[in-house]
T-cell receptor, first 111, second 115 residues
Framework: AQKVTQAQTEISVVEKEDVTLDCVYETRDTTYYLFWYKQPPSGELVFLIRRNSFDEQNEISGRYSWNFQKSTSSFNFTITASQVVDSAVYFCALKGDKLIFGTGTRLQVFP | EAGVAQSPRYKIIEKRQSVAFWCNPI?????LYWYQQILGQGPKLLIQ????????DSQLPKDRFSAERLKGVDSTLKIQPAKLEDSAVYLCASSLDGRSNEKLFFGSGTQLSVL
């Protein structure tokens, strides 16, 4: 069975703080994909990043970075120097035979 | 490039009534998905179409939910009769050809309230 756990329900930070969103997954598949999506108040989910199970290289994109560790089945997402526009719900997702989403972490960035 | 279009944006109905949602995916996208997102939860796949054929409807409550994608473009999702627990946001998404590593493009959703 596949499962995605986002233990942090809600995080509040002040602008310019760094924040890390945790994601832990479970799967028996040897080939799978991990995703992060952002859901702003407007409602549509926006793709942020994709990782396949064979690529443990960390990635940085501007203020965003992702840390994938197969040994701990984690795919954590860090926002550096957070901004008010980062306020949204962030979903981690796992794709084996199906795409399974976690329950999301609501990030509130206060000015 | 136009995104995934959904309508209506909001819908309020009473239990046992019927309701329909419409989705127009991104032009050229062969794969279309309907997700149900209950408040405080992640989206859950209801049905996946590849062109006009159903790929996965294992989590669709078929006694009350139905969906179609005639001509392999637009899609409608119907609930009849609605129950209180159907209150949720219904998200439509599309992707180019349904490969495992594809990113999905989502619409803004239809927020359904069943009273």
């Amino acid at each position: 069975a596949q499962k995605v756990t986002q233990a942090q329900t809600e995080i509040s930070v002040v602008e310019k703080e760094d924040v890390t969103l945790d994601c832990v997954y479970e799967t028996r598949d040897t080939t799978y994909y991990l995703f992060w999506y952002k859901q702003p108040p407007s409602g549509e989910l926006v793709f942020l990043i994709r990782r396949n199970s064979f690529d443990e290289q960390n990635e940085i994109s501007g203020r965003y970075s992702w840390n994938f560790q197969k040994s701990t089945s984690s795919f954590n997402f860090t926002i550096t120097a957070s901004q008010v526009v980062d306020s949204a719900v962030y979903f981690c997702a796992l794709k084996g035979d199906k795409l399974i989403f976690g329950t999301g972490t609501r990030l509130q960035v206060f000015p | 490039e136009a995104g995934v279009a959904q309508s209506p944006r909001y819908k309020i109905i009473e239990k046992r009534q019927s309701v329909a949602f419409w989705c127009n995916p991104i032009s050229g996208h062969a794969t279309l998905y309907w997700y149900q997102q209950i408040l405080g939860q992640g989206p859950k796949l209801l049905i996946q179409f590849q062109n006009n054929g159903v790929v996965d409807d294992s989590q669709l409550p078929k006694d009350r939910f139905s969906a179609e994608r005639l001509k392999g473009v637009d899609s409608t999702l119907k609930i009849q009769p609605a129950k209180l627990e159907d209150s949720a946001v219904y998200l439509c998404a599309s992707s180019l050809d349904g490969r495992s590593n594809e990113k999905l493009f989502f619409g803004s959703g239809t927020q359904l309230s069943v009273l």
